[in-house]
């Protein structure tokens, strides 16, 4: 089969620089354009529209000073209007060598918002690609609204396409601008244009305002298109742009008549700065590059992983330099909770595994994430001692007021005895300790002092779920020192738990 290479260019900086509210600084857009070339290695990129702003102008300088210094000036493009070559006067303070000028592709556009013929039009964008070509400029054409042209206005884009044809332009782009064509229409249009213009060079600009961004690039490569314009994280007007990480899949997947020279590998760190630098979060279940994309949460993924690789997918996190995760949550199982394990390269007889799952479903129920990270913790807390529960703390209500002292009112069984006691303290734990060393007193026993208290977070976790307070108490008789840990979400709650095991501990 013979296979076609592509050209990708990237619109981050120009098409996705306009997602609402979205601006990059100078340095960004240099940052992001070199990561575009030198790593993910896109063939060419779009920085900036002309005539926006004086920072865009030293943005584009930025970058045509460093594309010129690594022979990368031919790849760097800048969007320009048809305006009597003032935009070419920007470019060229701009040093920039490539333009893609913007033309109207529908007559509708043509005839309501520039209000020319088709003949006015054309002369104007002869007049300012001789005056680029002169200027040592290279021009390629964007034909805006080409998508509605060709559904109501065919005729004018062919004689448009015919007139360019024969005029010193590079290539031409087409745009779905308002995102509104199906796959059907992408392929059956481009097909049109090629088989006419066999010679001339394409690209096609998806816009993803119905989600069909990538369908629609498919069907146009299907039909001969020569280029793509994609956007990372598919930033851009409205909806967006077609992804470049979910497209670059679909292709390299899907499409082995086409070649493209994108490093996948890089997809998702370029992604990761451009969610950082435009402050657009990417969504956690977009392909590819989502937070969650490559996470098995149902415990049956996971024992099928384990299984024949069962759930396997050409879709490998390792190709964009990710790796697979097995959620930890209520509906996660014991096959999700050891491949945790063997990562943190931890081992549990099946009680235990039983005993940590059900502490993890148990905060799962609560809403609460879990992380591998948590997982020692989990483990050190539900493992810690063996005893019969004779103590347990049933209820209990934690008052913290300004300008009261804190207090509360706890209800506990010693074995299967109720008691019910109120305190205050300097601090809700304190309360507490008041109330259960008044409860012990009737019951002619004095509780173990508390030595050290201290309280950490799982190092590294991402979760916010867990807390884990370690409390060391010293006992008078017999004479020993022990620590009891607790680990909850809450720190007091945390320092109770810990406590009630420490009262089992000494009444066992
Ligand atoms: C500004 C133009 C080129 C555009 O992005 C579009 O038509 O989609």
């Given at each position: 089969m013979a296979m076609k290479k592509i050209e990708i260019m990237d619109t981050t900086l120009r098409d996705g620089e306009q997602t609402s509210s979205v601006s990059f600084s100078a340095s960004e857009k240099l940052t992001i354009a070199k990561l575009l070339l030198e790593e993910l290695k896109v063939d060419r990129i779009e920085i900036a529209s002309a005539r926006v702003s004086e920072g865009e102008l030293q943005a584009v300088k930025d970058v045509t000073n460093w594309a010129k210094e690594n022979d990368y000036l031919h790849t760097v493009e800048v969007l320009t209007f048809v305006d009597k070559g003032v935009s070419i006067d920007w470019m060229i303070e701009a040093g920039a060598k490539v333009q893609n000028l913007l033309t109207k592709g529908s007559l509708n556009h043509l005839t309501h918002q520039l209000k020319k013929t088709p003949n006015q039009h054309f002369k104007e964008i002869l007049r300012v690609a001789l005056l680029a070509k002169e200027k040592g400029i290279e021009t390629n054409i964007y034909l805006e609204d080409w998508s509605n042209g060709m559904r109501n206005s065919k005729d004018y884009v062919f004689e448009f396409l015919e007139f360019l044809s024969a005029q010193p332009i590079k290539r031409i782009m087409l745009p779905d601008t308002l995102g509104v064509i199906t796959p059907k229409e992408s392929y059956d249009f481009v097909k049109e244009i090629k088989d006419k213009y066999p010679n001339l060079h394409f690209d096609f600009h998806a816009h993803n305002d119905y989600d069909l961004g990538v369908a629609n690039v498919m069907e146009a490569l299907k039909a001969g298109a020569d280029g793509l314009h994609l956007t990372i994280n598919g930033m851009g007007e409205r909806a967006g742009n077609a992804p470049m990480s979910s497209t670059i899949a679909v292709i390299n997947d899907f499409m082995p008549e086409i070649?493209?020279?994108?490093?996948?590998?890089?997809?998702?760190?370029?992604?990761?700065?451009?969610?950082?630098?435009?402050?657009?979060?990417?969504?956690?279940?977009?392909?590819?590059?989502?937070?969650?994309?490559?996470?098995?949460?149902?415990?049956?993924?996971?024992?099928?992983?384990?299984?024949?690789?069962?759930?396997?997918?050409?879709?490998?996190?390792?190709?964009?330099?990710?790796?697979r995760k097995y959620a930890l949550g209520k509906s996660s199982g014991k096959a999700n909770i050891q491949k945790n394990l063997q990562e943190l390269g931890l081992q549990l007889n099946d009680e235990d595994l039983r005993k940590v799952t059900q502490r993890i479903i148990e905060l799962g129920d609560k809403k609460q994430v879990v992380t591998k990270e948590d997982l020692p913790y989990i483990i050190s807390d539900v493992l810690d001692y063996t005893y019969e529960e004779k103590v347990k703390v049933n209820s209990y209500v934690l008052t913290h007021s300004k300008g009261l002292k804190p207090s509360t009112t706890v209800s506990i069984t010693i074995n299967n005895e109720t008691f019910e006691e109120n305190a205050s303290g300097d601090g809700q734990f304190d309360a507490f300790m008041n109330a259960i060393r008044n409860i012990f007193k009737k019951k002619d026993m004095v509780l173990p002092g508390l030595i050290d208290y201290a309280v950490r977070i799982p190092p590294g976790s991402h979760s916010d779920a867990l807390c884990e307070t370690i409390i060391t108490w010293k006992n008078k008789s017999p004479e020993k020192e022990f620590k009891t840990r607790g680990l909850d979400s809450d720190q007091t709650v945390s320092a109770i738990k810990a406590t009630e095991k420490m009262l089992n501990i000494i009444i066992n």
């Open positions: 070649k493209v020279g994108v490093n996948e590998k890089v997809l998702y760190t370029v992604s990761k700065l451009v969610e950082t630098f435009s402050g657009v979060m990417i969504p956690a279940n977009k392909p590819v590059v989502g937070a969650n994309v490559f996470t098995q949460t149902a415990g049956i993924h996971a024992d099928g992983d384990n299984k024949n690789n069962l759930y396997f997918s050409d879709l490998l996190p390792e190709r964009f330099g990710r790796t």
